[in-house]
């Protein structure tokens, strides 16, 4: 499954030399992502921003406390 991400009424926002952007709504609350867990549960995180890393898009998002870098396609522990 790949993560649904929902960009199609936010605004991008270049963040650092355009390698890492933010997406916001019109009121200014940051983009979610949808990621599934080990057990096929669906988490919803807030995508603090995106970055390129080695030619692939990856999306920051904290999950159990940590700051972590992830992929559409990555599945968190449960």
């Known amino acids: 499954m790949t993560a649904i991400i929902n960009t199609q009424h936010f605004t991008k926002i270049p ?21 599934k867990t080990e057990s096929g549960k669906l988490i919803t ?19 159990k406390g940590d700051g972590i870098l992830v992929t559409e396609d990555y599945v968190l522990d449960d």
């Open 15 to 35: 963040l650092v030399n355009n390698r890492r952007w933010c997406y916001l709504d019109q009121y200014g609350r940051k983009d979610h992502v949808t990621l």
């Open 45 to 63: 995180r807030t995508a603090q921003y995106y970055q390129i890393v080695n030619d692939e898009v990856k999306i920051y998002i904290t999950y």
